[in-house]
């Protein structure tokens, strides 16, 4: 039997349904049944009706559907595959900052671990983050782990002071001003992408800025041919499929997340058999995480 009809049986027999984001391998993404931005997973997975979660993607995305669903099995092909920013802020700063600040807002990026979302007042992902911090009633801004979506979204939102983190993602920081520079001199016609991930003056070259669903959305409406995409290069796959007739040129050398490349189909097949790699959580620290995603699907919707 295939690996892809082993995964089908295996997927009848658990009852369970497979999320999948843009950076996974093409083969995974092709076998899912919802592919997404961050946000976009996070309402599947809140509202997902089959009895198993089956998450192809970094580790903060499966504790964020068990958190959000935890009466599930929530289960990852690789317990390895975790993304570093998630891990870059500090619980001891963020105490700090409250003590500064009477009317500080924590926000956290959904890029982060369980125990920083305990920590915070509201989660965001790269769709949501402009439409949350502008309803926020806070004018402090305390924006945790990613520096570089914490700065895009204040450049965004003037009227309101932002306290920023140094945590960064290291695939969208390696694509630099100069690499944009470079491919938009070898195709002028080009339109330039960038997820907020990247770094301002990238940021700053932009056409359009937005998570990787809205990148897809931008190249489906534009009228352009051609485009450069400074992000990873795992949203190639759905790009190319919706768009056969347009072409797309990476920024860099770089854009794969090690992270997410980690998913294969044999570890999908093989999680779906054992039902072993199991998100697990303390039901306190699930509690006090959930406060902050809720309020996101609240205001980011
Ligand atoms: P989005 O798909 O929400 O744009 O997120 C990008 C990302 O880095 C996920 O790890
Ligand atoms: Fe983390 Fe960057 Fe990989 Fe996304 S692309 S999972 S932010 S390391």
Redesign the pocket.
Known sequence: MSTIDKIKELKRERDAVILAHY?VEDEVQAIADYVGDSFYLSKIAAKAEARTILFC??SFMGESAKILSPQKTVIMPDMQAD????HMADIGQIQKMREEYDDLAVVCYI?STAELKTHSDVCVTSSNALKIVRELPNQHIYFIP?ENLGRYVASQVPEKQFIFNDGF????RDITSEHVRKAKETHPQAKILVHP?CTPDVVGMADYIGSTSGIIDAVAKSQAEEFIICT?LGVLYELKQKNPGKRFYPAGHQQF?P??KRITLEKVADALEKMENTVEMDEETRIRANKPLERMLTLGS
């Open positions: 950076y993607g970094v993304c570093p920013m998630a890029n990613d993602c290291h695939v969208h991930e990873e997340c992270n997410m």
